[in-house]
């Protein structure tokens, strides 16, 4: 592993890039990627002007007008983000077919095999930034390392359009005086808790001692060890050989903060079955339900619950988030974002029920499934749903179109 040639390849401010590709009246302007901005909604990225004015991902609009009042609010279109995604992935590809995308905009190539030297790595990583500039019109940064940890950390050191070698010999040197907040999988929670160590450097923790990281953080203690020391074994994980899937979910805003009890009931039912459709399209299921809650003052937690059968149901998705939600301290603080997910999942595997209630269940799942995806979402319901959500389906009956429903029980 210690040969090894990794590059990181970090697309800059991508969504805001590509507006500004696409309407070149929104060029060296602040531009704020969005959804409509008339609604509750919040950052989903910014251009490199409108950064300096303190513009984060994840911010809400309000405190982004503030922040910059001349900023420019475009809603954004996930569908051209996502085909530009795969134009870049594709360019990748031609480089190196041990290609990991790691999101949207970023990805890992193995280029060992194809490149002996760190120079011919820089040659590439140079050659990379050339063909999506001319093909994609888009700049990028780009770290060269000996594993993902450390291409990753150097494709951070120079943004926008970077290009930053760090070879093994100056690992060292690099991550001695580096906050540890800088290495990837350090979010802020476990930055207090080793800041509580005395730990506040990459060189800390590397020379804190793996026994007593491993007592205060289990095995992860020693992956942060590791980590300090700017070692990583991970592999590039390419084509056939990419992870699965570790969860499923979705998040949802409401338009208003709420503390109703029976509007944060629906919009758990609704973000459970959508959930569902999702895992049953992919042809997952899974047994730990996640509720996710965000309150009026952005204080957000999560919550798990597991069980011991596998799940694609919305309505038993649903069941399982009311039950963590019944067990929390809730108080009726009001509830501005409400997100549900699954994890422990399972490919290609369906529980197999002895009872033919559940069968008949899940065969009704699926034809519901089916006609949602011709006629639109939500125009074939649950009873339970309808009961508690009637503003849904007067549109639907007003439009004409039939909407009989399934249950296996009331809310």
């Known amino acids: 592993m210690n040969n ?4 990181h390849i970090d697309m800059n401010a991508f969504f805001a890039s590509i507006e500004q590709k696409t309407n070149p009246a929104l060029r060296g302007r602040p531009v704020i990627v969005c959804g409509n901005p008339e609604t509750r909604t919040v950052v989903s990225a910014a251009s490199y002007e409108a950064k300096p004015f303190g513009i984060k991902a994840g911010m809400s609009i309000g405190e982004a ?5 001349q900023a ?3 809603i954004g279109n996930l569908a051209k983000y ?3 995604s795969r134009q870049i992935f594709n360019i990748l590809r031609r480089f190196s077919a041990k290609t990991e995308i790691f999101s949207i905009d970023e990805a890992f190539l193995d280029i060992s095999d194809t490149c002996s030297s760190y120079a011919g790595a820089l040659q590439t990583g140079q050659a990379i930034k050339k063909a999506i500039a001319v093909e994609m019109g888009l700049t990028c940064s780009v770290g060269i390392g000996p594993n993902k940890l450390i291409a990753k950390l150097a494709s951070d050191m120079k943004k926008p359009d970077g290009l930053i070698l760090v070879p093994p010999e100056q690992v060292s040197t690099t991550l001695e005086n580096l906050p540890i907040k800088d290495l990837c999988g350090v979010g802020r929670q476990m930055e207090k808790h080793l800041h509580a160590l005395g730990i506040y450097t990459c060189g800390d923790l590397g020379c804190y001692p793996a026994s007593m990281l491993r007592q205060h953080f289990g095995i992860v203690g020693e992956v942060l060890h590791n980590m300090g020391l700017g070692l990583d074994s991970a592999p590039v994980h390419y084509s056939d050989d990419e992870p699965p899937v570790k969860s499923m979910g979705h998040t949802h805003t409401l338009a208003r903060d709420t503390a109703d009890v029976d509007e944060i009931r629906r919009n758990i039912f609704s973000l459970s079955e959508q959930v569902a459709v999702r895992l049953r399209k992919d042809n997952y299921c899974g047994r730990t339900v996640c509720l996710i809650l965000r309150y009026s003052d952005f204080f957000t937690f999560s919550r798990h619950l597991t069980v011991d059968y596998f799940l694609d149901s919305g309505y038993d998705i649903y ?5 963590i939600f019944t067990r929390l301290d809730w108080q009726g603080r009001a509830v ?3 997100g549900i997910s699954v994890s422990n999942l399972v490919h290609k595997t369906r529980q197999l029920y002895l009872l033919e209630e559940f069968t008949g269940t899940q065969s009704v799942d699926r034809v519901m ?6 006629y639109g979402e939500f125009r074939l319901i649950r009873a339970a749903m309808m009961k508690s959500e009637r503003k849904l389906v007067q549109p639907i009956l007003a439009r004409g179109l039939w909407a009989k429903t399934f249950t296996k029980g009331g809310l």
């Open 336 to 338: 501005r974002l409400i």
């Open 82 to 84: 996502v085909d530009t």
């Open 4 to 7: 090894r040639i990794v590059l």
């Open 65 to 69: 007008r503030r922040l910059c009042p």
């Open 369 to 374: 499934d089916r006609i949602n995806e011709k």
């Open 319 to 323: 069941q399982q988030a009311w039950k």
């Open 72 to 74: 420019i609010f475009v």
